[in-house]
């Protein structure tokens, strides 16, 4: 018989997909299900919550008149919701109670909200007394804290809570700290007012990001899978490469990143498609581990893949200064570079095992197949180009018309491919696969839910939304497809009458709002908390602490400051979501990586340290032992967690090298590359360069590598991602001038142009300060005039030239440069130097000669 004892069924015999589910519920969206009066008020508060963040983000308070919030209102009313909903959504301990809420826990929930949403109730008579809390404010500030922390541990488990306690006493208890990292410490009055009744800690940017625009995405998410885009990505990407060798695991890839497209969570994404794929994996004879291992790599590149990167991408676009669109378009490559590499990981392992793929329902001529392969994996492509240059114009040619006739062109398209659908009959949702369905009828049948990501799209691109008014339409037309889509193919199919859908679409609607709101707990409490470190951080000055430790250990070598970032990033983002992950190593480790790397005269852009550390800290998702996507892959596959992991971080180690490769090479994020053409070859050289790096790796090609091969495929991997280290030997990239030379130089540049300076002096505390650094000279025009522009302000002594005044919020100011800084060098292009690119050639060769050789050699042990 099932057990109840309160804390819900378990049945005989459940499967390993319930194992991950509870899992996921346990670390995502609570475990908790109560039934009767608290289970329903559950719900309605949770749907409470996504109807507010649809007013929020709607221009209907503005166009009503009423409703309007602030920023800091509204990340007070946010933190209420998902606090409250951690603590009567999350059990305290693994043996509390499931199916109800114990009279504490709402106790809690509502002390814990109360004091998330003092700052909406009290915001005008806070903004009266800043920076001098009353003792009311201070005991609001003591006990929300605590309560926080709490929340953190039950939504989040303990990493995070530990690291916001850490960097907390840390604030508090500076005085008794280490000579090396004490500070005089914050009194409490300080520290509550710093934290929590102001803008600089809880409420600050993090929560804000999460308030006006990751719940819109996490909620668009979860109603394209509410009207089954997820299941059409899983079974788009089956009957595309099932059937191959290690079929199921190629389909797990571009499952897990089509899902990643719209997913906020490496775990969830794991169980997601790993349901599928797992069970499917281990059929065709991949070993549990390895199953598992596939999904876990798959999974956690999700969160890399743009245009979420689990709700990442919206903090890079506050942290970094730059658009969403910008976020997207660096990010793109090393997404697309990675998992293509990872197919043929996953290629080579089948080999490696002689494995075959799952039958085929229908076989396809091979130029049809690679037509119809190529055309799926280009479609999203497609569909964002056509949408920006194939309707952008519209935008000139009818002016504030243009909404309307799109609306109405999206309304016509949407109607004409659900009517496409419904030639097609509905795709299976059953676990078990036992073959490969058809490729066009499997991607015929879902082709509308394109459309929303068109939206999306043109929303950003064509309208230039901000990101959250981008979500809020591009949900809206969620929700419209949610309520119609059963009614349409009711009609079309003539299945019974339409309207008679509607009461189950709407309760599919409810349901797939209160499921976004449910996975947003994490999410909201996470930045919140992060808010801490945050705080601690700007209270503290431990930014620079962390600066001069990494510089120390590293004993100033560039190389081994990465490494030593990438470590500590990855030790931070263990246990942590990745919306916490990000918001806590960006804030250490980016700004050492930009302030060292200019210590040894790289000019790293800011975007390019926040990918790295970015990067190091998703990979802290499949590191043992705290690896929770390795977890949930192992309550599937049945296979060892920690030796899942492993075989996950394996298959990573080319995600882990692309950090170090574009902070070198930054044409990877598609900085500097200026045109299509130019573009196109970075992009073929880095598959190339990842294949082969992939197969060094895995020691193996198309038979097992010999050890001179493997090395010869590293040169050649290394060559081709940074084709400019053997260039630079022979030519200097730059070239030297005098620094009474910098009128002359900042004259000749084009527009736009950067100079490059090498600068010294003395810092606020009296320590010398030696530098390189960048700057814009914007329009072409008088050199002085333009160095003025860029806020540097000149005189000469000696054979020096010294900087005389800078111009505030300027160019030079954000690059750390003062007064009586002395201009040692201007650095000029040397012009005479050859493409960096012409390396190419020789490590093509390289790669070719390897393959030419081991095909040979295959065909040898073949007879």
């Not at 130089?745 to 530098?771: C, H, M, T, W």
């Given at each position: 018989?099932?057990?109840?004892?309160?804390?819900?069924?378990?049945?005989?015999?459940?499967?390993?997909?319930?194992?991950?589910?509870?899992?996921?519920?346990?670390?995502?969206?609570?475990?908790?299900?109560?039934?009767?009066?608290?289970?329903?008020?559950?719900?309605?508060?949770?749907?409470?919550?996504?109807?507010?963040?649809?007013?929020?983000?709607?221009?209907?308070?503005?166009?009503?008149?009423?409703?309007?919030?602030?920023?800091?209102e509204a990340r007070s009313i946010h933190l209420g919701f998902a606090i409250f909903l951690?603590?009567?959504?999350?059990?305290?301990?693994?043996?509390?109670?499931?199916?109800?809420?114990?009279?504490?826990?709402?106790?809690?929930?509502?002390?814990?909200?109360?004091?998330?949403?003092?700052?909406?109730?009290?915001?005008?008579?806070?903004?009266?007394?800043?920076?001098?809390?009353?003792q009311v404010d201070v005991i609001v500030g003591v006990v929300g804290l605590i309560t926080?922390?709490?929340?953190?541990?039950?939504?989040?488990?303990?990493?995070?809570?530990?690291?916001?306690?850490?960097?907390?006493?840390?604030?508090?208890?500076?005085?008794?700290?280490?000579?090396?990292?004490?500070?005089?410490?914050?009194?409490?009055?300080?520290?509550?007012?710093?934290?929590?009744?102001?803008?600089?800690?809880?409420?600050?940017?993090?929560?804000?990001?999460?308030?006006?625009?990751?719940?819109?995405?996490?909620?668009?998410?979860?109603?394209?899978?509410?009207?089954?885009?997820?299941?059409?990505?899983?079974?788009?990407?089956?009957?595309?490469?099932?059937?191959?060798?290690?079929?199921?695991?190629?389909?797990?890839?571009?499952?897990?990143?089509?899902?990643?497209?719209?997913?906020?969570?490496?775990?969830?994404?794991?169980?997601?498609?790993?349901?599928?794929?797992?069970?499917?994996?281990?059929?065709?004879?991949?070993?549990?581990?390895?199953?598992?291992?596939?999904?876990?790599?798959?999974?956690?590149?999700?969160?890399?893949?743009?245009?979420?990167?689990?709700?990442?991408?919206?903090?890079?676009?506050?942290?970094?200064?730059?658009?969403?669109?910008?976020?997207?378009?660096?990010?793109?490559?090393?997404?697309?570079?990675?998992?293509?590499?990872?197919?043929?990981?996953?290629?080579?392992?089948?080999?490696?095992?002689?494995?075959?793929?799952?039958?085929?329902?229908?076989?396809?001529?091979?130029?049809?197949?690679?037509?119809?392969?190529?055309?799926?994996?280009?479609?999203?492509?497609?569909?964002?180009?056509?949408?920006?240059?194939?309707?952008?114009?519209?935008?000139?040619?009818?002016?504030?018309?243009?909404?309307?006739?799109?609306?109405?062109?999206?309304?016509?398209?949407?109607?004409?491919?659900?009517?496409?659908?419904?030639?097609?009959?509905?795709?299976?949702?059953?676990?078990?696969?036992?073959?490969?369905?058809?490729?066009?009828?499997?991607?015929?049948?879902?082709?509308?839910?394109?459309?929303?990501?068109?939206?999306?799209?043109?929303?950003?691109?064509?309208?230039?939304?901000?990101?959250?008014?981008?979500?809020?339409?591009?949900?809206?037309?969620?929700?419209?497809?949610?309520?119609?889509?059963?009614?349409?193919?009711?009609?079309?199919?003539?299945?019974?009458?339409?309207?008679?859908?509607?009461?189950?679409?709407?309760?599919?609607?409810?349901?797939?709002?209160?499921?976004?709101?449910?996975?947003?707990?994490?999410?909201?409490?996470?930045?919140?908390?992060?808010?801490?470190?945050?705080?601690?951080?700007?209270?503290?000055?431990?930014?620079?602490?962390?600066?001069?430790?990494?510089?120390?250990?590293?004993?100033?070598?560039?190389?081994?400051?990465?490494?030593?970032?990438?470590?500590?990033?990855?030790?931070?983002?263990?246990?942590?979501?990745?919306?916490?992950?990000?918001?806590?190593?960006?804030?250490?480790?980016?700004?050492?990586?930009?302030?060292?790397?200019?210590?040894?005269?790289?000019?790293?852009?800011?975007?390019?340290?926040?990918?790295?550390?970015?990067?190091?800290?998703?990979?802290?998702?499949?590191?043992?032992?705290?690896?929770?996507?390795?977890?949930?892959?192992?309550?599937?596959?049945?296979?060892?967690?920690?030796?899942?992991?492993?075989?996950?971080?394996?298959?990573?180690?080319?995600?882990?090298?692309?950090?170090?490769?574009?902070?070198?090479?930054?044409?990877?994020?598609?900085?500097?590359?200026?045109?299509?053409?130019?573009?196109?070859?970075?992009?073929?050289?880095?598959?190339?360069?990842?294949?082969?790096?992939?197969?060094?790796?895995?020691?193996?090609?198309?038979?097992?590598?010999?050890?001179?091969?493997?090395?010869?495929?590293?040169?050649?991997?290394?060559?081709?991602?940074?084709?400019?280290?053997?260039?630079?030997?022979?030519?200097?990239?730059?070239?030297?001038?005098?620094?009474?030379?910098?009128?002359?130089?900042?004259?000749?540049?084009?527009?736009?142009?950067?100079?490059?300076?090498?600068?010294?002096?003395?810092?606020?505390?009296?320590?010398?300060?030696?530098?390189?650094?960048?700057?814009?000279?914007?329009?072409?025009?008088?050199?002085?005039?333009?160095?003025?522009?860029?806020?540097?302000?000149?005189?000469?002594?000696?054979?020096?030239?010294?900087?005389?005044?800078?111009?505030?919020?300027?160019?030079?100011?954000?690059?750390?440069?003062?007064?009586?800084?002395?201009?040692?060098?201007?650095?000029?292009?040397?012009?005479?130097?050859?493409?960096?690119?012409?390396?190419?050639i020789p490590a093509v060769l390289l790669i070719v000669g390897v393959a030419l050789l081991?095909?040979?050699?295959?065909?040898?042990?073949?007879?």
């Amino acid at each position: 018989m099932a057990e109840d004892n309160g804390r819900g069924p378990r049945a005989a015999g459940q499967g390993s997909g319930v194992e991950a589910e509870d899992l996921v519920a346990q670390v995502e969206t609570g475990a908790r299900h109560p039934s009767g009066m608290a289970g329903r008020a559950l719900f309605l508060i949770a749907l409470a919550w996504a109807l507010f963040q649809l007013w929020f983000a709607s221009p209907l308070p503005f166009i009503l008149g009423f409703g309007i919030l602030n920023n800091t209102e509204a990340r007070s009313i946010h933190l209420g919701f998902a606090i409250f909903l951690a603590y009567t959504a999350f059990p305290a301990f693994k043996n509390s109670p499931r199916l109800r809420v114990p009279l504490i826990d709402w106790l809690l929930a509502f002390l814990a909200a109360g004091s998330a949403l003092y700052l909406f109730v009290f915001y005008e008579a806070l903004a009266d007394r800043p920076g001098a809390p009353t003792q009311v404010d201070v005991i609001v500030g003591v006990v929300g804290l605590i309560t926080l922390l709490e929340a953190t541990r039950r939504a989040l488990g303990p990493p995070l809570m530990i690291v916001a306690t850490v960097f907390m006493g840390y604030a508090f208890l500076g005085q008794h700290m280490p000579d090396v990292i004490a500070h005089q410490g914050a009194s409490l009055n300080k520290g509550m007012s710093h934290y929590w009744l102001g803008t600089e800690g809880v409420f600050g940017v993090a929560l804000g990001v999460s308030t006006t625009m990751v719940f819109l995405f996490v909620a668009f998410g979860s109603l394209l899978e509410k009207a089954g885009a997820g299941n059409w990505f899983i079974r788009v990407a089956f009957s595309m490469l099932g059937h191959f060798r290690g079929g199921p695991a190629k389909a797990a890839v571009v499952s897990s990143a089509l899902t990643g497209l719209i997913s906020g969570s490496s775990i969830a994404n794991v169980v997601t498609t790993g349901t599928f794929t797992i069970p499917l994996m281990k059929r065709v004879g991949f070993p549990a581990e390895k199953a598992g291992a596939v999904e876990v790599a798959s999974s956690t590149n999700g969160q890399l893949t743009p245009p979420i990167m689990g709700a990442a991408a919206f903090l890079m676009v506050e942290y970094v200064g730059i658009s969403l669109v910008d976020v997207m378009r660096h990010a793109v490559l090393p997404a697309l570079i990675s998992y293509i590499a990872l197919v043929y990981i996953v290629h080579l392992e089948a080999l490696k095992l002689n494995l075959k793929g799952l039958p085929r329902s229908v076989v396809i001529p091979k130029l049809l197949f690679l037509a119809q392969f190529l055309g799926s994996f280009a479609a999203l492509g497609v569909l964002s180009a056509a949408t920006y240059f194939g309707l952008g114009w519209t935008k000139e040619v009818f002016g504030g018309a243009t909404p309307y006739i799109a609306s109405a062109v999206l309304l016509v398209a949407y109607v004409a491919l659900v009517a496409y659908a419904c030639r097609f009959p509905d795709l299976d949702t059953s676990l078990d696969i036992q073959e490969c369905p058809a490729p066009g009828p499997t991607i015929k049948a879902g082709l509308h839910f394109l459309l929303p990501v068109a939206v999306l799209v043109w929303c950003l691109t064509v309208e230039r939304l901000s990101p959250g008014l981008s979500a809020f339409w591009a949900a809206v037309f969620m929700i419209f497809i949610v309520l119609t889509q059963p009614a349409l193919k009711a009609f079309f199919r003539r299945t019974g009458p339409p309207l008679a859908t509607l009461v189950p679409a709407l309760a599919e609607l409810i349901d797939g709002l209160v499921a976004g709101s449910r996975n947003m707990i994490g999410i909201g409490v996470a930045t919140a908390a992060a808010g801490i470190v945050v705080g601690t951080i700007t209270l503290t000055g431990i930014g620079q602490v962390m600066t001069e430790f990494v510089e120390f250990i590293s004993a100033g070598n560039l190389v081994l400051m990465l490494l030593f970032t990438a470590v500590i990033s990855l030790i931070l983002g263990m246990g942590l979501p990745t919306t916490a992950n990000y918001i806590v190593v960006s804030s250490l480790m980016a700004p050492v990586i930009v302030t060292l790397a200019a210590d040894n005269g790289l000019l790293v852009p800011l975007i390019a340290a926040h990918m790295f550390v970015f990067y190091f800290g998703i990979l802290a998702d499949d590191t043992p032992p705290v690896g929770l996507a390795a977890f949930a892959a192992a309550a599937i596959s049945k296979g060892d967690p920690i030796r899942t992991g492993l075989q996950g971080f394996a298959y990573d180690i080319r995600t882990a090298i692309l950090p170090f490769l574009f902070i070198f090479n930054t044409e990877l994020l598609l900085i500097g590359v200026e045109s299509i053409p130019h573009a196109l070859m970075v992009f073929v050289s880095g598959v190339l360069a990842m294949l082969a790096f992939a197969s060094a790796t895995q020691n193996y090609m198309f038979v097992r590598n010999r050890i001179w091969e493997t090395a010869i495929l590293l040169l050649a991997a290394f060559t081709l991602f940074r084709p400019g280290y053997w260039m630079d030997m022979a030519y200097p990239p730059l070239l030297e001038r005098p620094s009474t030379a910098i009128v002359e130089v900042a004259e000749g540049l084009g527009a736009d142009q950067r100079i490059k300076l090498k600068v010294s002096g003395v810092d606020f505390y009296d320590n010398p300060v030696e530098k390189t650094v960048a700057l814009n000279m914007g329009a072409a025009g008088p050199g002085e005039q333009r160095l003025e522009g860029a806020g540097l302000f000149l005189r000469q002594e000696g054979d020096h030239m010294v900087v005389d005044d800078i111009g505030f919020g300027s160019q030079a100011e954000r690059m750390g440069i003062d007064y009586d800084f002395v201009v040692e060098k201007v650095f000029v292009e040397n012009t005479e130097r050859p493409p960096k690119h012409l390396m190419y050639i020789p490590a093509v060769l390289l790669i070719v000669g390897v393959a030419l050789l081991q095909r040979r050699r295959q065909k040898l042990l073949a007879r």
